[in-house]
């Protein structure tokens, strides 16, 4: 079983300020391709979200994916951290995320600058921090979380679409 780590990163969640509704939409989405979740992690914006990433890499989750801090606000600096620990960039992941919310009307997710690689054999990503574009991104996602988790164990090439 796949094994997932959701991370939401607001430093106003963090604090208690606001309800983290954006990582319970991640879990419930990753639960229902019948990944193993924990979280949601709420973790403040800059060097936490280095600490949170590091943990997930060293605790071997197959899958982490955070939500939040992804933006241009003087605080956002997910993309950034989340870089210092990826060893393969994979950046076909963000420019379909972007493309598919323009594609929806959402000409603000140009604005997403989130990442996605592999650090040894976990696959991380990085969404944008409102509940409406993480359930669009697993829906963009879905067709191939599988597919990369299995590829990073050292599986065989095949696809869905293989027999």
């Known amino acids: 079983m796949t094994r997932a780590l959701a991370i939401t990163v607001s430093t106003r969640a963090a604090a208690g300020t606001r309800t ?16 193993e979740v924990d979280g949601p992690l709420v973790v403040a914006d800059g ?6 990433l590091r943990a997930g890499i060293q605790q071997g989750y197959d899958l982490i994916i955070s939500t939040g801090g992804t933006g241009i606000s003087p605080t956002d600096a997910t ?12 950046p ?31 696959l991380i990503i990085n969404l944008p921090g409102s509940p409406g574009a993480v359930r669009d991104a ?21 696809g869905a679409d293989q027999p």
Do not use: C, M
């Open 47 to 52: 060097e936490p979200v280095d600490a949170a």
């Open 92 to 122: 076909g992941i963000p420019e379909a995320l972007r493309a598919d919310g323009v594609k929806r009307g959402i000409p603000t997710a140009l604005l997403s600058r989130g990442v996605a690689g592999t650090a040894g054999q976990t």
């Open 20 to 35: 983290d509704l954006s990582g319970a939409a991640l879990v419930a989405g990753l639960r229902a391709f019948d990944f």
């Open 138 to 158: 697993l829906e963009v996602l879905a067709p191939i979380l599988g597919h990369a988790v299995d590829q990073l164990s050292g599986a065989d090439h095949q």
């Open 79 to 90: 993309p950034e951290i989340t870089t210092r620990l990826i060893e393969r960039l994979l």
